[in-house]
């Protein structure tokens, strides 16, 4: 090293090394827990149908513009309780996907591949609220979610 | 190891630095005017192409750096030049592989990682690649590693991690389950920043002690403290990104408690600040020291913002707004950035000491430009940001229409303020990239 004027300091490798395995070998258990638990509540299941229509929000990127649960790109709304607002609902979601109008791109999909962007959408919506407007926030910071299912339901 | 390799890392880096940023402006003015480029690049690509381009020239310079300080600064054999070759030609086939891939539209990834899926089989081998030659050089030959060792390391492990756990959504447990799935796929995207900070802070150590002459910068007691703090954050903060899905409850609650531990990275910087007010420390005029030291400012800011809205409470309304996104770009822009342009304006110190002087000039004015401009870039996104979350929970929050009006002007702000920051990155890394390319084209 160039001039030092205190000596190198020593490094407890040994020490950190341990701290390290314990942490890693944590983070792995809580990573299979992560994994395999079932969520807070029961959410309807995932058709074939439904996949599909994921797979086509994927290869569209409708990402780039739209969240679901607030995550995603913020140019258009986000799409998680489209299905279940007053006044739109799939026939509406259909008339926009081939549109074009503003800044949505114009989309040619067949009645089919609606119908599966649709499904997507419907269960999407049965998972749970975004905006959680009814969610309670408590005095530690914390809030407390509106889940849409309970399992004791 | 060839000495250009570290070189053609950071000279690809900084190509698409100056190219990212100015897609991104381009993005910007889309964002306001709709039409704009509506039918060649829409939204959905352009935004694509801004993200992996600001992404890779992190990943880029800093992957550079790190070949070139073990290697020409710490003075050690790389354990395969060959490999370092393959790593480099392999990041460069991909990443234009994705820009063909995002240009025609084929996509079909998740956020971030939007391009044909197939392309994270080549990232993963070339961190794989990269982790081989990392550990091989470094594991046999130094004894007690200093901090900027352990972080690098950790950097390179974790993403591998995040590219491997990113693609589990392929697997019908995951994706057959939405909750599940973005769940896993927010925990991946933990690792993914977590390890490029990791790779980006290990650079601000080692500089900091290079410059300072000090090894023991990364060695003390408190330096390793942070390491695991960070570490620690990096493997069950994530969560904080996603309050508002119905996860099970205590992966938040735990994400929540140990994203408040950031408040001891806010204490220490305060009381360093405070300490070295009264001890006068020489003023480095050194470009690279000027940057770090600047960069302190916007890592106290933006560390704030990121505690203040991991409270739960209050990302109810900051969450899904422009205020995550004043968040990542704060912390893209206005500290990986001045980070990794004072690794490179290092770098370039290395190869030629008198290098720097010539460019003094040029590069004050760019940081100026670079600060003053973030500084109103950051401010209309969280200004907009507020207005979206009061616009979420009010009755008009069925029209998106009623919002996009409100934030106009704001955006507005935004686009001025982020053509100047793409023209101070670029007043700054043009003359780098020129030195470098010339260094690259020598016998």
Redesign the interface.
């Known amino acids: 090293m160039e001039n030092q004027d205190r000596p190198i300091l020593e490094v407890n490798t040994n020490l950190y090394r341990t701290i390290l395995l314990v942490l890693v070998a944590v983070f792995l258990c809580y990573t299979y827990v992560v994994y395999t638990t079932k969520t807070e509540t029961d959410i309807p299941q995932m058709t074939e149908e439904a996949l599909r229509g994921q797979i086509l929000w994927q290869e569209n990127n409708c990402t780039a513009c739209h969240q679901f649960y607030g995550l995603g790109g913020y140019l258009g709304p986000d799409l998680t309780n489209i299905i279940s607002t007053e006044n739109k609902g799939p026939q509406y979601v259909k008339a926009f996907l081939n549109s074009g109008i503003k800044v949505m791109p114009k989309f040619n999909f067949s009645e089919a591949e609606m119908e599966e962007i649709v499904a997507f959408l419907t269960y999407v919506d049965g998972t749970g609220y975004f905006p959680n407007k009814q969610a309670r926030l408590k005095n530690t910071g914390w809030v407390e979610l509106k889940y849409k299912k309970t399992r004791n339901e | 190891m060839n000495k250009k390799i570290p070189i053609a890392f950071v000279v690809a880096a900084l190509c698409v630095l100056i190219g990212g940023a100015l897609v991104g402006v381009l993005a910007a003015i889309q964002?306001l005017e709709?039409t704009f480029l509506?039918e060649t690049l829409?939204?959905?690509?352009l935004?694509?192409i801004h993200v992996t381009s600001a992404i890779s020239w992190i990943v880029l310079s800093a992957t550079g750096g790190v070949y070139f300080y073990i290697t020409k600064e710490l003075g050690h054999q790389i354990f395969s030049g060959k490999l370092a070759v393959f790593h480099l030609i392999l990041f460069i086939l991909t990443g234009l592989g994705i820009y063909i891939s995002i240009f025609t539209g084929n996509?079909?990834?998740?956020?971030y990682l939007?391009f044909l899926p197939v392309l994270m089989i080549p990232i993963l081998l070339g961190w794989i690649v990269f982790g081989v030659n990392y550990f091989k050089t470094l594991l046999a030959n130094v004894?007690?590693?200093?901090v900027y060792l352990?972080m690098w390391g950790t950097g390179i492990v974790f993403m591998v991690f995040h590219l491997c756990e990113a693609n589990?959504w392929i697997f019908d447990?995951?994706?057959?389950?939405?909750?599940?799935d973005?769940?896993?796929q927010?925990?991946s995207y933990g690792s993914f920043t977590g390890s490029w900070n990791m790779l980006v802070y290990g650079t601000a150590i080692f500089l900091m002690a290079r410059i300072k002459?000090?090894?023991?910068v990364a060695?003390?007691k408190i330096a390793?403290f942070f390491y695991?703090l960070g570490?620690?954050n990096l493997?069950?903060g994530w969560a904080h990104?996603?309050?508002?899905?119905?996860?099970?409850?205590w992966?938040r609650?735990l994400a929540?408690a140990i994203s408040m531990t950031e408040w001891l990275v806010l204490g220490y910087m305060l009381t360093n600040w405070i300490k070295s007010l009264s001890a006068k420390e020489k003023k480095e005029n050194f470009f690279p020291y000027r940057l770090l030291v600047i960069t302190d400012i916007w890592v106290f800011g933006n560390v704030l913002m990121a505690v203040l809205i991991s409270?739960?409470?209050?990302?109810?309304y900051s969450?899904?707004?422009?205020i995550?996104?004043a968040h990542s770009m704060g912390t893209t822009i206005g500290i990986n950035t001045p980070i990794l342009l004072a690794s490179a304006t290092f770098m370039c110190s290395c190869i030629n000491e008198m290098i720097l002087e010539k460019m003094q000039k040029t590069l004050s004015y760019g940081l100026a430009l670079f600060n003053i401009s973030l500084i109103v870039f950051l401010a209309s996104l969280i200004i907009a940001g507020s207005i979206?979350g009061q616009w979420?929970?009010s009755e008009n929050?069925?029209f998106?229409s009623v919002l996009t009006e409100q934030i106009k002007p704001y955006i507005r702000y935004f686009l001025f303020a982020g053509i100047g920051v793409f023209v101070g990155v670029t007043i700054v890394a043009a003359p780098v990239l020129k030195f470098m390319t010339a260094k690259l084209r020598e016998a």
């Open positions: 964002y709709p509506k829409p939204f959905n690509r935004r694509e996509m079909g990834g998740r956020e939007t004894k007690g590693w200093p352990w589990l447990h995951f994706r057959m389950n939405f909750v599940r973005l769940t896993v927010w925990k002459k000090d090894e023991n060695r003390t390793f695991f570490l620690t493997m069950f990104h996603i309050y508002p899905v119905p996860s099970q409850a992966i609650y929540y409270i739960p409470a209050i990302n109810h969450h899904g707004s422009h995550t996104v979206k979420m929970y929050s069925a998106y």
